[in-house]
């Protein structure tokens, strides 16, 4: 980004003077500036997908953990159905055994108190058979309750047992539950904090860019009133005068007029991958109106091919002319260097009446 926003600033050097040298390093600082930011906001949105795929594997985690929330909670309803049934079983049986006992023993004084009024040998004898049926019925009821006490007396100890899985799983449910809302709320803290430092430093590169287009007004004022030009020239006729450009050097490009680079700004040239040491030529014949070190460019060079086009060199190494030297199509200008990402990329940019066009239609 850095050697698009110097491009897009390069015509600062026309003006030599200490007011257009001023304006120069306050550009370069919010150049500066806005790439940090930049950078910043890329490693907000590296650290946003992390955050989000945690959550996604988190979110996985939750649905898991809810399935085995419904497992507990059916186990939950098991056991209590189990623990509330037996209790019942158990409080019934005891009841019925005290009734069935209270009424043998009511049936057994009955019985005893006929016993002293009956006169009546067969009337007696026919009563106690009966009497020692019923109570042979009563007995053997008695035994079966006490059976079942026996059995209910081990489901006690099931009871017990199934109360403290019953507690031991609601725990475990409540501890699930609140581990899952404090993950939900600490991933959501960390989405919303990211997004506040994107939108601030979204906020604070819109309020640098918008004072580099301040400065640069000043600076295209001042290139105005200071830079050659020729009055009533169409694009047209600017490209008959100047004739077809010559590649500066061979190669590939790397960048291509109008990519949108870091900051959203768009790349005003373009650069070409060559050789490191290769030879740079000039594209088209001019007068040399800069010619040395430019912030983010390394040594540059501009040169006024007349009629209001100027060519602009970046990333050199090295540069074989001087200000107001005239050149000559291929006439050797420096040599090219690497750039501020370590690549030896020729950075090209052309422009008319202040405007950045495309290079490549006149090569």
């Known amino acids: 980004m850095k050697r698009v926003a110097a491009g897009l600033l390069i015509f600062s050097t026309v003006a030599l003077g200490d007011s257009l040298d001023e304006m120069k390093q306050k550009v370069e600082s919010i150049n500066r500036g806005i790439e940090a930011s930049t950078q910043r906001i890329s490693n907000i949105e590296v650290e946003k997908g992390k955050t989000e795929d945690r959550i996604v594997k988190l979110e996985g985690e939750i649905v898991k953990v809810e399935r085995e929330i419904g497992e507990l909670t059916g186990q939950i309803t098991t056991l209590s159905r189990r623990v509330d049934y ?68 081990i489901r006690r100890i099931d009871i017990e047992r199934d109360r403290r899985q019953l507690s031991s799983l609601k725990t475990k449910l409540v501890r699930k539950e609140q581990q899952n809302q404090q993950n939900k709320r600490e991933l959501s803290r960390l989405i919303k904090q990211l997004e506040a430092e994107k939108k601030q430093h979204t906020t604070k590169i819109s309020s640098l860019q918008g004072e580099k287009k301040r400065i640069e007004a000043q600076i295209e004022k001042i ?19 100047v004739g077809r450009l010559r590649k500066p050097v061979s190669g590939s490009y ?24 290769r030879i740079v030529r000039g594209a088209a014949g001019g007068k ?6 430019f912030q983010g460019l390394g040594q540059v060079v501009m040169v006024d091919y007349g009629y209001n086009m100027i060519g602009i060199y970046g990333n050199l190494i090295s540069v074989d002319v001087k200000v107001g030297e005239d050149v000559k199509q291929a006439d050797k200008l420096g040599i090219l260097g690497l750039s501020i990402d370590g690549v030896p990329d020729l950075y090209y940019e052309l422009r008319f009446n202040l405007k950045p066009i495309n290079p490549v239609s006149m090569f």
């Not at 040399?288 to 070190?293: C, D, L, P, Q, T």
């Open 86 to 153: 037996s209790e019942r079983s158990l409080r019934f049986s005891s009841r019925e055994e005290k009734v069935k006992l209270e009424e043998y023993n009511a049936k057994l004084e009955a019985w005893n108190r006929s016993q002293k009024h009956s006169d009546d040998s067969m009337n007696l004898s026919m009563n106690k058979r009966k009497f020692k049926e019923l109570l042979y019925s009563d007995l053997e009821r008695m035994e079966q309750i006490r059976s079942v006490q026996k059995d209910l007396d």
């Open 223 to 241: 290139i105005r009133e200071r830079a050659r030009s020729v009055k009533n020239v169409n694009m047209s006729t600017a490209k008959s005068r």
């Open 254 to 277: 790397t960048t291509t007029f109008g990519n949108v680079k870091k900051g959203n700004v768009r790349s005003s040239g373009v650069e070409i991958r060559a050789a490191l040491g």
């Open 288 to 293: 040399v109106i800069y010619a040395g070190k």
